[in-house]
């Protein structure tokens, strides 16, 4: 009885310290201003309660699939498929992520004034996004970079 008392304990504990620090992640994402920015850009002020839920909803499978590992029981085709459109998602949050990070601490306005660039930093942006996308993609697929 005793065990399975420090199990559940050792459950409840992880989880609960798994939420702590999802509870602080969106918290500082919601301070940099990801989820305002992508909720503006979007134009869907109006569904507040669904990306609050959405957020909320997130944290927790996350915390959940993290704790626990499990496999899917769908074929290769469609886990490769899952696989893209999970690396596309994530793809777009870190990018969202960086970008809201070089608003907040002004680093655009830094960069350009250092190498004197006067027009053209979305260029800038988008060859060093499509950079690491094909540098990302010969890892993946040839191994190249592999420590």
């Given at each position: 009885?005793?065990?399975?008392?420090?199990?559940?304990?050792?459950?409840?504990?992880g989880l609960?310290?798994?939420?702590?620090?999802a509870?602080?992640?969106f918290?500082?994402?919601?301070?940099?201003?990801?989820?305002?920015?992508?909720?503006?850009?979007?134009?869907?002020?109006?569904?507040?309660?669904?990306?609050?839920?959405?957020?909320?909803?997130?944290?927790?499978?996350?915390?959940?699939?993290?704790?626990?590992?499990?496999?899917?029981?769908?074929?290769?085709?469609?886990?490769?498929?899952l696989?893209?459109?999970?690396?596309?998602?994530?793809g777009?949050?870190?990018?969202c992520?960086?970008?809201?990070?070089?608003?907040?601490?002004?680093?655009?306005?830094?960069?350009?004034?250092?190498?004197?660039?006067?027009?053209?930093?979305?260029?800038?942006?988008?060859?060093v996004a499509?950079?690491?996308?094909?540098?990302?993609?010969?890892?993946?697929?040839?191994?190249?970079?592999?420590?």
């Open positions: 009885m005793l065990l399975n008392g420090k199990l559940w304990f050792l459950g409840f504990f609960a310290a798994g939420g702590i620090i509870a602080g992640i918290a500082f994402l919601a301070i940099i201003g990801v989820f305002p920015r992508l909720i503006g850009k979007t134009g869907t002020k109006g569904k507040i309660m669904l990306f609050e839920t959405c957020i909320i909803a997130g944290g927790i499978l996350g915390n959940i699939v993290d704790l626990y590992e499990f496999a899917l029981p769908v074929g290769v085709m469609i886990g490769n498929m696989f893209g459109v999970f690396g596309l998602a994530a777009i949050f870190v990018g992520l960086v970008m809201s990070l070089a608003e907040t601490l002004n680093a655009l306005p830094v960069v350009t004034r250092r190498i004197h660039l006067a027009v053209g930093l979305q260029y800038i942006i988008l060859a499509v950079g690491k996308l094909c540098g990302s993609l010969a890892f993946f697929r040839y191994g190249i970079g592999g420590g």
